[in-house]
């Protein structure tokens, strides 16, 4: 077998094939289906500071090749999370990590405080594709002044693994990228999802409750790996590649294109098991072209 294992900043995986935030529960839920140890880590869905109730349905809406959501960040907060859900997965044998939101900078530093806490929680992700509230409902991650400034109040209070999750709704991701870099991100993992609609023609309205929603899965994946390619070229830290990754040859594109660890979405919700056929499908495949270690093809695209 060929060497799996990566490090992300601190954090070494043991194969670098995660589940996306919000495609994946908090794992528990899909322990009957996969083995959750042979994952080399899973990234919870969404929690913040405090419960929010998420966005009126439907919030989720079936497109070519894709699918469309406005889930609204539905969770129970992050006390929550720290009292029930950590005492389930605390003893599982992988990496558990945190995908974490919020409404501004402060609120995203107290959220990941109490996650640094959780001894057996290595990492956190930062979402910044969250409106900012304090400045009209722009995203954090629309700017790269409003992106370093969560990543800055976090790093104050939070020690451990930083991977900050970028938009795609920019006109420079690589500047973003960068920007949260020097604020001391040790990681990026990209992409979110893109802004999309789909309209009903009999009813004349769109198919999502709030109009518009998150575009994921094959469709995306072209962009996904374009952007890859264009931030692991303008940072020194490590980049998590994700968008509409189904296959291990999925896969290996991103880590070509200069990903050092994956994440895999929406294919969770049409095969449960994805991620470890993903990850044996490329095992296979560097044995097949006599490579000794994942390592030997990450960034090989110039």
């Not at 938009?167 to 999309?196: F, H, K, Q, Y």
């Not at 109009?211 to 020194?236: D, E, F």
């Not at 098991?273 to 093809?297: F, M, N, P, Y």
């Amino acid at each position: 077998m060929a060497k799996l294992n990566v490090n992300i900043g601190g954090l070494e995986l043991k194969n670098p094939v995660m589940t996306a935030s919000g495609t994946f529960g908090y794992g528990v839920e899909f322990q009957d289906f996969v083995s959750l140890e042979d994952i080399g880590g899973i990234i919870v869905k969404g929690t913040t500071l405090n419960h929010r109730e998420g966005n009126d349905y439907p919030r989720m809406a079936e497109t070519a090749s894709g699918m469309l959501n406005c889930v609204g960040l539905q969770n129970k907060g992050v006390d929550y999370f720290c009292e029930h859900i950590y005492p389930e997965i605390k003893d599982i044998k992988t990496n558990f990590i945190v995908n974490v939101s919020g409404s501004s900078p402060e609120d995203y530093g107290e959220c990941a405080a109490r996650i640094n806490d959780l001894e057996n929680i290595p990492a956190i992700e930062l979402n910044i594709s969250c409106p900012n509230v304090k400045h009209g409902g722009m995203a954090f991650g629309t700017s790269a002044e409003g992106a370093a400034s969560v990543v800055r109040e976090v790093r104050k209070r939070y020690g451990k693994t930083l991977i900050v999750k970028l938009s795609p709704n920019v006109t420079d991701i690589a500047e973003i990228a960068r920007a949260v870099e020097a604020e001391g991100a040790d990681s990026v993992s990209l992409i979110n999802t893109l802004m999309g609609m789909a309209i009903d023609i009999e009813k004349r309205k769109s198919l999502l409750s709030i109009g518009t929603g998150g575009l994921s899965g094959p469709a995306v994946k072209p962009v996904a790996l374009r952007m890859v390619h264009q931030v692991s070229k303008a940072v020194k830290i490590p980049v998590v590649g994700l968008g509409g990754i189904c296959t291990a040859k999925d896969a290996i594109e991103f880590f070509m294109a200069g990903a050092t660890a994956i994440e895999i979405g929406t294919a969770n919700f049409l095969d449960p098991a994805v991620t470890v056929k993903v990850r044996d499908g490329i095992d296979q495949w560097l044995d097949s072209h006599g490579c000794e270690s994942i390592k030997d093809i990450i960034g090989v695209i110039e």
